[in-house]
């Protein structure tokens, strides 16, 4: 029955003897179990073969009259094309046990003699080749499990009890600031986190403050470190399992929904005392017309007390604007002359900067119309003058 379990493709063997006779022999008997061959008289042949097919297994003989089989198996190994090929000596010449040693160290797979029983040829290339699918296999999951490894969020690592680090995923690199080219270097898991620190109890790990959890700020990222056993080791491995996860983005939010929340206590602060404010100039400005109603029209006392009439016609905007602050009344824009209303703060402008300064307006000759909150507009100037008056004490 043709052996073609071991693969959903008849397996390849390259079989190199320099023996007509022996070659033939070893090839047939394959053929007949389902096996695929090539043959290789030299050894030069059987390196140019090899590299060409990539076989799952070569058949080498010893005696061969270019190069050894010795020194075929050598080149084999040395060459990362077929350095995972097995190799199954098969000799008719050296058949002592040292000769076998000296193969099986010089890097073969095994070691067989001439003659040799069919049975034990095709077990012992059945074994070989099942070996060389376990390793294919292994290395599969191996570079699987590295993938699911690195594609972990969190940072990861594994760390003995000295704060050793022995493995970790690309996050756990990121997170600390190690370089790709620095990850097969030997790092101390207490340089890479500050106040970290190897302990002889389980998790083996100890963190600043105690627990096996703690929060640390660590190149301007806000981390939490937790440690516990490697439960997938022994007890005398003294290894622990390190995860950090990167807090930064959930701590910003957190400030933000803090700024947020102080933000609208002002506000409600802000619309409190606006309210106040509202009702004290409402008094204001009507003692102010009662008194102008009363005074002649020519009374040089008007002035002063049209002047106390627009100081509070101006902080009633200014508690309107804390009102809109406080998102207790709209934005009222309306369509004006920016020059009239410029004009009309010059007053005002005046007495606030100090006599020891002049105010000039210098307007362009176009008249601008445009739709704004006047009290807003107002409030910008002011602050304007005021900011040049602070910034040029000395005029």
Known sequence: MPDLALANRPVNVLVVDDTDANRYSVARHLRINGFGVSEAATGQEALAKAQSLLPDLIILDIRLPDINGLEVAQ??????RTADIPVLHLSASFTDAASAARGLDNGADGYLTHPIEPPVLLATVRALVRARNAEHEFRAVARQWRATFDAIGEGVCVVDSETRVLRCNRSFRHLVGMSHAEASAVHMLADLIPGVEGCADPPYICLPGGGDSA?????GRWLRVTVAPDQAQNAASREAVCVITDLTRERRADERVRMALQLESTGRLAGGVAHEINNMMTAILAHADFALRGLPLHDP??????????????????????????????????????HVLIRAMQPMLVRILGADRTVRIDLAAAEPWVAVDPAGLEQILLNLALNARDAMPHG
Not at 215 to 219: N, P
Not at 319 to 331: D, E, G, K, P, V
């Open 75 to 80: 080149r084999l190994r040395a060459d990362e």
């Open 215 to 219: 929060r640390l700020e660590l190149g």
């Open 301 to 338: 006392r008007r002035d002063d007390i049209d002047g106390i009439h627009r100081a509070a016609t101006r902080s009633a905007e200014v508690a309107r604007q804390l009102l809109t602050f406080s998102r207790r009344q709209h934005i009222q824009p309306r369509v004006l002359d920016v």
